[in-house]
């Protein structure tokens, strides 16, 4: 149990448009779930973390108006980078728990890529 | 914040024991984990220990928690190509976690 599905796991995106990458606990109910940053050979950077039907709480230096965060269910939190450049390009990982646990279980990733 | 260093790189033989070091500057973390992540992947959990604890075994994997020290470190005995991965720890800190760089581990058959 605890499989968090990441979706898409690639996209190449032209420079301005708007990219939504969507985030799933398939079979638990994910009371946080939380959205990471990766460049290449590095660690995990923690972008902000959100809670159904609330705001997102935005890491400092991460724009908010930049990526959109939404948790409108129990099962699923979108992150949508808007009007992306190049330098948005990265590996972006979700990544969520379950009540009174004290795991994260984290999805397969997606690679965005802004041309 | 927390502080979570790790060494980079591990080449290891094929049957061989690896030996993974993490070393943290806040002694406060309840849970510390270790997580495997292999090319273009997410985070893989492999195991975790409870701050109470010394040792955790389970199946090939040893971890051993020197909470004097501040040093966490992952043991995987009889070592596979299928191990070749980043493995990254992780300490929690409030509700979220603080991981270390990774440590590239190299199978060599």
């Known amino acids: 149990g605890a499989v968090v599905s990441q979706h898409p796991s690639w996209v190449i995106c032209k420079s301005g448009t708007s990219v939504k990458i969507e985030c799933r606990s398939l079979?638990?109910?994910?009371?946080?779930m939380f959205w990471y940053r990766q460049f290449p050979k590095q660690s995990l950077m923690l972008m902000a973390t959100?809670?159904?039907?609330?705001?997102?709480?935005?890491e400092q230096g991460v724009e908010k108006d930049k990526f959109l965060i939404n948790h409108a269910s129990l099962t699923l939190s979108t992150l949508t980078v808007t009007s992306a450049h190049p330098e948005d390009s990265s590996f972006y990982i979700c990544?969520?728990?379950?009540?009174?646990?004290?795991?994260?279980?984290f999805g397969a990733g997606t690679r965005l890529s802004v041309l | 914040g927390e502080d979570v260093e790790q060494s980079l790189f591990l080449s290891v033989r094929e049957g061989d024991s690896s030996v993974i070091n993490c070393t943290y500057t806040?002694?406060?973390?309840?849970?510390l984990y270790w997580y495997k992540q292999e090319p273009g992947a997410g985070l893989q959990l492999l195991t975790y220990?409870?701050?109470?604890?010394d040792m955790k075994q389970d199946q090939r994997l040893t971890v051993l928690l020197n909470k004097k020290d501040k040093h966490l470190s992952l043991r995987i005995a009889d070592t596979q190509t299928g191990d070749s991965a980043i493995y990254f720890c992780?300490?929690?800190?409030?509700?979220?976690?603080?991981f270390g760089k990774g440590n590239q581990v190299v199978v060599i058959p």
């Open positions: 990544s969520a728990t379950r009540e009174n646990e004290n795991i994260q279980y």
């Open positions: 079979d638990f109910q994910a009371t946080t």
């Open positions: 959100s809670n159904e039907g609330s705001k997102a709480t935005y």
């Open positions: 806040d002694s406060s973390s309840t849970y």
């Open positions: 220990i409870f701050s109470n604890m």
């Open positions: 992780a300490l929690k800190e409030d509700n979220r976690l603080a």
